[in-house]
């Protein structure tokens, strides 16, 4: 996952650049008090998930750069949320004055460019070619092509074990335990139970899907979309189960009824 | 060609020490040579399960420290001849152990000709654990049919898959047995414990042994006697069937799993 960009033998520390899991809070409004309202009803419903979660503000949505008092008070906002800011993304012009008032990083993610989303999706699709490099990539170094096949992964996936799959599926042939998560940039196929967290489309590919064979998952996530399962819909339940994006929302349905 | 044997389950009070003690036991009087040691520093139990607790003059970091030689510090079973005791240290803490540490006491037991080395690990993911599983040949992992237990049985055998030197050397992997205790089919048939089936569904693995809930396992502890000794019990008869597994018997059939059938008297009179 990660590539070392400057790293000598005796050196006590290892500079890297490499990707790590971030929420993101795109804004659609810069109105602090009601960021703060619907932030701490979103994590009411499943509070371990957000504890001290780092949290990248996406301002790619907003129609007017917003103000740098205003963005103290939602950064303030998310605080109090229990999250900490730690970047703001959307490489356009206004994040990059905007950041350094705040003193945060503007971290330039996937979706580097705000394109409009029919852009995205494609952009998500050529992640899977070798050819046009849609991410960012800071590493000058010459990647090798990634492999064109899932990464099929036989044994169990066991409670603390994570397993990612890199720009391509994931294909899991053995039951992944609650409290595992299995991961990709492209579809996540589980042939066993999946009692763990599911993620599929980690780098933003909405068109990514989950496939299990017996549904009992803790969490289900696509491109950053995710619903957590406290209790198991009667209907999903043990059963084969799919899960897509339509737009923003998670979509769940049986196979073979 | 010795095999190291680590009885682990993450989840504490779940019978591990119990269950390294009637291994080890059963496995002597097949008449193999067998060392059981205590990595559960700071906390030793295993001296009194196999009720030698008295005889501990030095233990398993003394040796480790160069305090001892490995001879002076087994202790010989009184009742098997062929069994053999390493005690925890009741005065140190888990840092005590090292890899390395670890590795030059194998080494000499193997060197000593033993066939079994059965490693008692502590509860936990730390280091007395992890220790305790990585030069493990095979693992049994003690499960109780409870939710909690057999979580933290499939954290447990995640890290066997991961954190032995087998995983890390790219060898064959650690061979995982499941084996449940404190099994009641009573409760199983009335909804209160999982069955074996659920577990073997969880955790994808095979049972190599189910020992019934019986007061005798405590009545055991207390008497410093595996409770494999003792006679006419359900539960050393079901340790001794899982030692015969062990020893590659997989046709024996799992007793003492289903509900006991009511007799004629208890039937009329209320059981």
Known sequence: MKKAAAATPASVIDLRFGQVGLLQVRLREVDAPAIKAELAARIASAPQFFQHTGVCLDLSALEHPPEVATLRGIVEAIRLAGMITVGVSDASPTADQLAPALDLPVLAGFRQLSRPPAQLVRAAKAAAQPAPEAVSEPEPEIAPPPPTSGLVHTQPVRSGQRVYARERDLIVTAAVGAGAEVMADGCVHVYGTLR?????????????????????????????????????????????????????????????? | MTEIIVVTSGKGGVGKTTTSASLACGLARTGKRVAVIDFDIGLRNLDLIMGCERRVVYDFVNVINGDCTLKQALIKDKRIDTLFVLAASQTRDKDALTAEGVRKVLDELIADGFDFILCDSPAGIEKGAHLAMYYADRAVVVVNPEVSSVRDSDRILGLLASKTERAEKGGTKVREHLLLTRYSPTRVAAGEMLSIADVKDILGLDVIGVIPESPQVLSASNAGTPVIMMDESDAAAAYGDAVARLLGDESLPMRFIDEPKKGFFARVFGG
Do not use: K, Y
């Not at chain 1, 590919?205 to 017996?214: I, P, S, V």
């Open chain 1, 196 to 257: 763990g967290r599911a993620m599929a489309g980690v780098r933003g590919d909405t068109n990514a899907r989950l496939f299990c064979q017996e549904f009992r998952a803790e969490l289900v996530a696509i491109a950053g979309v995710f619903r957590v399962f406290e209790t198991l819909p009667e209907e999903l339940a043990g059963h084969p189960v799919q899960a897509w994006l339509e737009g923003e929302a998670l979509r769940f349905s049986r196979f073979g009824v």
